[in-house]
């Protein structure tokens, strides 16, 4: 069973557009994050959540919003795309309070046209 | 099992001073090292990216080095300014599976 999983695996859209990308982890942990890899494979965290508090990096455009109906899911919302906003974005999740080690999915890559 | 330990866990140095810190990590089998900064009550900010091909990599007044081979990775923080206090921390990115593996961090106190 994979542990941390992601839909779409890829997502192709026209800018202005509204997108979601869900994200669901088997693992029983308490917190999840979206990161987002820009070209050079860069890793930046957008979120981080738990069902106490979200952390959100100030660099995030409030298009972004993370939406958690449950425990095992986090999703990703955004609106009005931009051509910037193309990228592999990444789920994952760790035990709560323990970011140490965290679980990625297989990434969903944006494409923006 | 992949541990990730960092070295001292806090440093006080004055301002202008340059400063290492430093990041152990026990399997060489990475894709990848990531330095990261913490502020109090924020989230993660990336820093450096340093792919397991790669020697080092500069952004500014930090330069960050992996040597694979022998586990470590060194943060060089030149011209320490008050605005650099925070806490840094590594992360490796394994190859073995989908997992990043932090370091507990240094957290590191410039003073004015």
């Known amino acids: 069973d994979t542990a941390v999983s992601q839909t779409p695996k890829y997502l192709v859209t026209q800018m202005g557009n509204d997108k979601s990308i869900k994200c669901e982890q088997n693992?029983?942990?308490?917190?999840m994050y979206w990161y987002k890899q820009d070209s050079k494979k860069f890793l930046k965290i957008m979120f981080s959540?738990?069902?106490?508090?979200?952390?959100i990096n100030e660099t995030v455009p409030n298009r972004f919003s993370p939406k958690s109906p449950d425990k095992a899911h986090l999703n990703l919302h955004i609106n009005s795309l931009e051509l910037g906003d193309s990228a592999v974005y990444f789920c994952?999740?760790?035990?709560?309070?323990?970011?140490?080690?965290?679980?990625f999915g297989p990434g969903t890559r944006l494409t923006v046209t | 099992k992949q541990e990730v330990t960092q070295i001292p866990a806090a440093l006080s140095v004055p301002e202008g001073e340059n400063l290492v810190l430093n990041c152990s990590f026990t399997?060489?089998?990475?894709?990848?090292l990531q330095w990261f900064r913490q502020d109090p009550g924020k989230g993660l900010t990336s820093l450096l990216l340093i792919q397991s091909s790669q020697r080092e990599q500069t952004s500014g007044r930090l330069n960050a080095s992996l040597d694979k081979s022998s586990g470590r990775s060194t943060l060089y923080i030149a011209a320490s300014q008050p605005g650099d206090s925070a806490t840094y921390l590594c992360a490796v990115r394994t190859n073995r599976d989908d997992k990043i593996i932090f370091g507990k961090g240094t957290r590191l106190h410039i003073l004015p």
């Open positions: 399997d060489s089998a990475i894709y990848n």
């Open positions: 994952a999740s760790s035990p709560w309070d323990s970011y140490y080690e965290q679980y």
């Open positions: 959540y738990n069902n106490k508090e979200l952390i």
């Open positions: 693992l029983g942990h308490d917190t």
